[in-house]
T-cell receptor, first 113, second 112 residues
């Protein structure tokens, strides 16, 4: 079991729904990440937070809204998603100064109908 | 734009075979190359490579980096069915915040 947890593990939502994905890490890290993994595509970095500050937004549509209230928690708020947003959403964390291993959570499998 | 290309995309072998997975990259301000193993969902870390020509080993797995030719290989000897997974290669850029660019992955299937 890794030190990064994600909830829910599975989510089905309609295009008009609003939902949130949650990530929590207990590794003492200060950097957290959201990745999107679509079928047959490379893992895509979406957002990076260092010490609760967003340092990277990789041209992600505004229907995805991240929130990092503290170094241990990261949220991804979802609204008016499209079917093509269906994917596995992975959260990861790392130490920001020793930029090497990122530890991944189990992911949330999202299906948008 | 950073680019990572893995080959082959898919590989099926029998137990006991040796496999070599390839990863080539183009990245501005290269810092490191990482290999991950992904079974079912979350990737798990295997190796981080920063210097050319130094082989890293962990049991039956080994990896090496060539910074001149911009590629890395991951070798798995005496494969077992438990090695079946997607192997992801990622490159990290020298930047103020960690940023990984991943390849598509190689789907390895090891049959009994």
């Amino acid at each position: 079991e890794t030190g990064v947890t994600q909830t829910p593990r599975h989510l089905v939502m309609g295009m008009t729904n609003k939902k949130s994905l949650k990530c929590e890490q207990h590794l003492g890290h200060n950097a957290m990440y959201w990745y999107k993994q679509s079928a047959k595509k490379p893992l895509e970095l979406m957002f990076v937070y260092n010490f609760k500050e967003q340092t990277e937004n990789n041209s992600v549509p505004s229907r995805f809204s991240p929130e990092c209230p503290n170094s241990s928690h990261l949220f991804l708020h979802l609204h008016t998603l499209q079917p093509e947003d269906s994917a596995l959403y992975l959260c990861a964390s790392s130490l920001p100064t020793v930029m090497e291993t990122q530890y991944f959570g189990p992911g949330t499998r999202l299906l948008v109908l | 734009e950073d680019k990572v290309v893995q080959s082959p995309l898919s590989l099926v072998v029998h137990e006991g075979d040796t496999v070599t997975l390839n990863c080539s990259y183009e990245v501005t301000n290269f810092r490191s190359l990482l290999w991950y193993k992904q079974e079912k969902k979350a990737p798990t870390f295997l190796f981080m490579l920063t210097s050319s020509g130094i082989e890293k080993k962990s049991g039956r797995l080994s990896s090496i980096l060539d910074k001149k030719e911009l590629f890395s290989i991951l070798n798995i000897t005496a494969t077992q069915t438990g090695d079946s997974a997607v192997y992801l290669c990622a490159v990290e850029r020298e930047t103020s915040g960690s940023r990984l660019t991943f390849g598509e992955g190689t789907q390895l299937t090891v049959n009994p």
